[in-house]
């Protein structure tokens, strides 16, 4: 593994993991009514989204 897929991978990790925290601990913590069926069906979705386009990105750039 070279210098530049390991960089990626520890900064597609990072922001995984702040996104994880964005959108599951903060609304957690702030607000009184929490649905949690409904936040983590929220959240799964955009993450799944992100992980998706990252992958995209990825393969896009192993064709060339």
């Known amino acids: 593994m070279n210098e530049k897929v390991l960089i990626f991978s520890l900064l597609a990790l990072l922001g995984i993991g702040f996104m994880?925290?964005?959108?599951v601990?903060?609304?957690w913590v702030f607000s009184d009514g929490f649905d949690w069926k409904q936040t983590l069906m929220d959240d799964g979705l955009i993450i799944l989204c992100i992980i998706m386009f990252?992958?995209?990105?990825?393969?896009?750039t192993r064709m060339h």
């Open 54 to 60: 990252v992958y995209g990105f990825y393969m896009n």
């Open 25 to 27: 601990a903060f609304p």
């Open 20 to 23: 994880g925290i964005f959108f």
